[in-house]
């Protein structure tokens, strides 16, 4: 498959789309109330499942679309940043995956039944295990925290090419 140049319109709206979906699932995630076992989900923590799992299918249709219609690095970067940014994309993609799962999982182990933004009931993966819950809980934030830290690279890196290199590259990900 040849490698397009640039971004197409599909590639842009699920990037940004996901990209306005975490700014508003971080502030949710720390602000929620902690809850205890037994305790029936509120519509906090509702609302911060059904973002995850909006996130979670984007993502995998991003994924998708991503491996269907591959787009080659900005020709004129040198090689080591040619690299260091697939190294970084890619490892987004597989940070918002583990995220995501992890929290379905710990959903699961705590035995909630929870629905899709009020809608429809959620599927889940698992059946109430605290042992494995707690396993679990510890891994979606080691997840949400290593998302984030891989976030604030990326998104230095393209300030950078804004303010320092003043290239094209943010140009990539922009309307038109
Ligand atoms: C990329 C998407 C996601 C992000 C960025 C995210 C982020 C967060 C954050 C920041 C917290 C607070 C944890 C803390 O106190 O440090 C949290 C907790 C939680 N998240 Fe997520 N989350 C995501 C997806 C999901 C999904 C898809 C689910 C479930 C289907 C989920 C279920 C939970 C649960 C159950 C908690 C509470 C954990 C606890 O009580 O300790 N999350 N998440
Ligand atoms: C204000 C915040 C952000 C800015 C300014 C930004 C900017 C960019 C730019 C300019 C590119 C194209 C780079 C190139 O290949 O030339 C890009 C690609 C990418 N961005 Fe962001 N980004 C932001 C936030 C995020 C966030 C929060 C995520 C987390 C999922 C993310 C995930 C990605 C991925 C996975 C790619 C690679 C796309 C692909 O090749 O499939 N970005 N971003």
């Known amino acids: 498959m040849t ?11 699920f990037h940004w789309l996901i990209v306005a979906l975490l700014a508003v699932q971080y ?13 029936t989900p509120g519509a906090a923590m509702t609302f911060h499942i ?8 984007l993502t995998a249709l991003r994924l998708v ?14 090689a ?11 490892l987004l993609y597989v940070l918002v995956l583990t995220t995501t799962v992890s929290g379905w999982l710990f959903a ?5 039944s929870v629905s899709f ?8 993966l698992a059946s109430d295990n605290e042992a494995a819950g707690r396993t679990i809980d510890g891994l979606h934030q080691a997840m949400e925290w290593a998302l984030l ?3 604030v690279i990326h998104v230095a890196s393209a300030l950078a090419h804004i303010f320092v290199y003043r290239d094209r590259v943010m140009q990539r990900m922009l309307p038109g």
């Not at 059904?50 to 299918?57: C, D, K, P, R």
């Not at 679309?65 to 040198?78: K, Q, Y």
């Not at 080591?80 to 890619?90: C, F, G, M, T």
Request: proline residues 11%.
């Open 3 to 13: 490698a397009q140049l640039h971004y197409g319109t599909p590639a842009k709206i």
């Open 27 to 39: 502030p949710i995630g720390w602000l929620m109330p902690d809850l205890h076992r037994g305790m």
């Open 50 to 57: 059904s973002i995850g799992m909006t996130i979670l299918v």
């Open 65 to 78: 679309w991503r491996l269907t219609h591959p787009v080659a690095p900005e020709s004129s970067l040198p």
């Open 80 to 90: 080591w940043q040619r690299l260091s940014s697939e190294a970084v994309h890619w």
């Open 108 to 112: 699961s182990f705590r035995g909630w």
């Open 117 to 124: 933004f009020y809608l429809v009931p959620l599927p889940m």
């Open 149 to 151: 830290v891989t976030i």
